[in-house]
Structures are given as C-alpha cells and as structure tokens.
C-alpha cells in the first residue's frame, strides 16, 4: 500500500483501496495519479483492464467537495460502462459521493428522480443530451470531465454528441481523456478538449509470451460443429466467443444450449437489465462459463479470469481483433485466443495478419461430428423464416494441411 501513498492520494483512500484487496498500483495508475492529483489534463492510451477507472477516479474522489451540485461528468460509449465506472467510483469514495450512472434504455422520468443532487454523473453521451435538452441536468459546475474509451465514443459515431455536451461544461476544468488507441483523429479531436496535456501511453496488460493465438481453417458447414467439438476439448474456466452480429451471436448461444453446452449471448439488442444481469452471472462462480458476444462487450467490460477467447466470426477491423483477444492472458496468467475460419473470414484475417503484429499458428482440423445448426427465426414480410447463412465461396491463398473432418 505503500505505492499508493507514494503516490498522492489520502490515507483514507488508501485504506478503502487495501479493504477492496488493491495493494499495488497499475502501470497506468502509478504514471497517470500522480499529474491527476496536480490538477493536469491527461490524454491516456490503456487497454481495457489497465485500471484506468481508478486512475481518473482519484481526482473525482479527492478533489470534489460534495454540495449536491454535479461537479463532475464521466462519458463512457455503452451503458455497461456505465454502471460499471459509476460501481467503482462509489466504492473508491465509500459513497461520500453521490454517483448515478444514465443511459438510454430504462425510463428517464425514474432516471431524472435518482439524479437529484448527484455530486457525479456518469453517462452515455446520447442520454446525457438527453437531460441536457430537457433541462434536468446542468454541467456548469463541472470541474473534472473524464472521457473514457474515447476511441471508442468515435467509432460509435459520438463526436458530435461529445462536443456538444463539453460546450456545456466551463472552459476552467480538468479534462481527462483516455482510449484504447490514438489514431490521428482521436488526437485531433483531443487536441480541443484538453489543454497541454499530459501524454501517457501504457502497453496492453496481455502478456503476449503467455497468449497462444491458434486459427483453425474449416468448411464453412463444420464451423459451428468445431466450435462445439473445442468446447468439450479445451480445459477452460471462462469464455468469450465473438460473433459479428447480434443474430449469429443468439444462434450460437441457442445452439450451444441444445447441444448441452450452457451459454448466455449478450449484445445490444438485450434489454439493459437482462444484460447486466447475464455480467452478474458470468463473473460468479456458478455454471454460466461461456459468454456468446458481439464487440459492445470486448471493451470497456473489465470481465477478469477468461482463459480462452474464440473469434467464431473474425472482425472487420484489426484494431477489434486485438481488443478481443485482450480479454485474455492478463495478469501473468495463460490463455488462449482461437479463430475458427470459414470463407467468409478470409479477407478479414488477412487484414489482421497483415496489419498486426500477431502471430497465429495454423492447427490440423481434429476428427469432428457434424451437429447441424439451427438458426433461430425472424420475421420477414412472408412471415417467419430461418435465417440464412450466406456465406461467400471465397478459399484461403494457403489452408492448413491434414485436414480430417467427418461429413454427414
């Protein structure tokens, strides 16, 4: 605990941090703290699971003097995040602080009741001007605006949300910004809300020597029976598999389901109750182990443990595959991302490959049973129908050898 005090920040908060079992400070929290406490702006680039939270949280909880007024505003880009960020924030500050997390989704008239008097808002940025155009909230007294995983605010297509809500707040404050990545149009952005930042830039937590990254290249009829067939095979404790889109993600879980394995999907198209509820579950120690989800969930979620990551669709953009097999190898302990591509994931992991400095190792398919998937129902203007499954007859330039499959 020593570090912590080194550090800056108060007895007080140092005993709350040793009574949550946090002994020694992050690569992110031992550079950024220190600038954070002196009041400096930060322009942050961290990973998802850095500790970044604490990192702008020991401004709000150090430095905010409570008068019902809200004094300080966090934008995260999802509603998870959100409650996420707003969670911690109240535990670092022993709920000295009043924090409420808003989002879109659940009833604003409940939402405009449970903001009053709040000291600290955290916040997805479409709700936030929500409150701001209805006049329920108001940011002139705002003296610190964290904007989290601001890359991804971008991607999201938040820019302009995110300016008009700083235009809110008064030109003297602390501004802390961090993200993922610092692409030229995050600096550029960065560049008008922060004022002589303080640059900071920690590298991924994963440990890269013990990451194994395999792929797997198969019909694209034996994807899903692979994917079971690794299931049963790996020695795991908890996984993520990452699909492209919400309907691939449900027909995976509800596969997997009849297939006896049990799987909860989560993605934006969840009620918001329903999917903080499948987070609750999947970080307990109970039977839920694998979790069947789109990329809202490969950042800002700090889901600890996950020793393997399967990429059943491969992502589009290389920057989203890295994220994802984030989830794992953290903390000194191994994992294991593993992709299973059919035609349709050529291109995509090409582009990876090519881009990235990974290196994923080509695995011999094993014998495998065919399991025939059924894909869930949709509405069409015919009425119901079973999703399909287009996938484009493109081949791989080169595919592993010693393929050895079982067809039906």
């Known amino acids: 605990m020593e570090k912590f005090r080194e550090l800056g920040l108060s007895e007080e908060v140092v005993k709350t941090l040793h009574s949550m079992g946090i002994e020694t400070p992050s690569k992110i929290q031992e550079e950024a703290i220190p600038y954070v406490l002196e009041g400096r702006d930060i322009l942050g680039s961290s990973m998802t699971g850095s500790g970044k939270t604490l990192a702008f949280a020991s401004a709000i909880i150090e430095k905010i ?12 880009p999802t509603r998870e995040l959100a409650e996420q960020v707003s969670d911690s924030i109240k535990k670092f500050s022993k709920g000295n602080l009043k924090v409420v997390s808003v989002y879109g989704g659940v009833n604003i008239e409940t939402q405009i009741r449970r903001m009053s008097g709040a000291d600290v ?21 705002v003296e610190i605006l964290v904007l989290d995983e601001f890359d991804r605010m971008l991607d999201m297509g938040f820019s302009r949300d995110v300016g008009r809500i700083i235009d809110e707040c008064p030109k003297k404050r602390q501004t802390l910004l961090f993200s993922a990545t610092i692409s030229p149009d995050v600096d550029h952005l960065a560049r008008k809300y922060i004022k002589n930042p303080v640059e900071i830039e920690v590298e991924s937590q994963v440990d890269h020597k013990k990451l194994e990254q395999v792929y797997y290249d198969v019909p694209d009829s034996m994807k899903f029976s692979l994917l079971v067939h690794l299931l049963k095979e790996e020695k795991s404790h908890l996984v993520m598999i990452f699909c492209s889109t919400r309907r691939n993600a449900d027909a995976v879980t509800m596969n997997l389901n009849r297939a006896g394995i049990p799987a909860k999907a989560i993605h934006g198209g969840l009620e918001q109750n329903k999917r903080m509820k499948i987070l609750e579950e999947f970080h307990k120690d109970n039977d839920l182990k694998i979790l069947v989800c789109t990329d809202v969930a490969a950042r800002g979620l700090d889901i600890k443990g996950v020793t393997h990551v399967y990429n059943y669709d491969l992502p589009a953009f290389s920057k989203d595959y890295i994220h994802r097999i984030g989830r794992t190898a953290r903390a000194g302990k191994e994992g294991k991302a593993i992709n299973i591509l059919a035609s349709r994931d050529y291109e995509n992991f090409s582009n990876i490959v090519n881009r990235e400095e990974v290196e994923v190792k080509a695995m011999e398919l094993p014998y495998i049973k065919k399991i025939d998937m059924i894909r869930p129902l949709r509405k069409s203007r015919g009425g119901l129908s079973r999703m399909g499954d287009h996938s484009r007859n493109r081949r791989m330039p080169q595919r592993s050898s010693g393929r050895n499959y079982h067809r039906r």
């Open 121 to 141: 808002i955290v916040g997805t940025p479409g709700r936030v001007l929500d409150h701001l155009k209805r006049e329920t909230l108001s940011l002139k007294k």
């Open 65 to 76: 003097v409570p008068d019902k007024k809200v004094k300080a505003i966090v934008l995260t």
